[in-house]
């Protein structure tokens, strides 16, 4: 089974905090990606990966930034957390493009 | 950019009958389709998908039709049951992968006993 791993399901930053979320996935895909997920909104894709050090946008990377030094890891980055990123983060891999396999999810609270 | 459209917000419907769900997308390139299951406070998960090339598809209870030139797609669930209780979101790519999907806002469907 492809294992997607979000290393903290639940967080409390206050604003103005540098916040990290790691992602890490067992099963040697090339392709990451980092979504929003908010009630009304769907899933909203922040930024993806589809090799080593590659980065491309998505829909919404304002106040974003991601990083991908190995191929299992994907880190997304919030420089200075605000309030409106309060929010639930999914990590996301694939290899052939079809199917993304998704994270638990990290719920991140910005106070 | 592309542009999802999902109704309804929310379905209820009896154990047993059909349920319907559909998404219209502006992109007239867009040309791969899924559909996504999450369960409540678990992780989304594919269901099934189609491809512009293919008008319909089936995968037992679930199938989806692509109307590409009204653009629009939809999903049926027949003889639903209670384990179909879930939200559900369309997505599209122009793609033809799932490398930049845009999804719709999500139905959730409540299948009641």
């Known amino acids: 089974d492809v294992k997607v791993t979000q290393s903290s399901r639940y967080l409390v930053k206050r604003t103005g905090e540098k916040v990290f979320l790691e992602c890490v996935q067992d099963?040697?895909?090339?392709?990451m990606f980092w979504y929003r997920q908010d009630p009304g909104l769907g899933l909203r894709l922040i930024y993806f990966?589809?090799?080593?050090?590659?980065?491309e946008k998505g829909d919404i990377p304002e106040g974003y930034s991601v990083s991908r030094e190995k191929k299992e890891r994907f880190s997304l980055i919030l420089e200075s957390a605000s309030t409106n990123q309060t929010s639930m983060y999914l990590c996301a891999s694939s290899s052939s493009w079809r199917e993304l396999f998704f994270g638990e999810g990290s719920r991140l609270t910005v106070l | 950019g592309e542009n999802v459209e999902q109704h309804p917000s929310t379905l209820s419907v009896q154990e047993g009958d059909s349920a319907v769900i559909k998404c219209t997308y502006s992109?007239?390139?867009?040309?791969?389709f899924p559909w996504y299951k999450q369960e409540l406070g678990k992780r989304p998960q594919l269901i099934i998908d189609?491809?512009?090339?293919?008008g319909e598809k089936k995968d037992q209870r679930i199938a989806v039709t692509l109307n590409k030139t009204a653009k629009h797609f939809s999903l049926h669930i027949t003889e639903t049951q209670p384990e179909d209780s879930a939200v559900y979101f369309c997505a599209a790519s122009n793609t033809g992968t799932a490398s930049k999907l845009t999804f719709g806002t999500g139905t959730r469907l409540q299948v009641t006993l």
């Open positions: 099963m040697d895909h090339e392709n």
């Open positions: 992109d007239s390139a867009s040309n791969y």
């Open positions: 990966s589809y090799d080593v050090k590659m980065k």
């Open positions: 189609i491809r512009s090339n293919v």
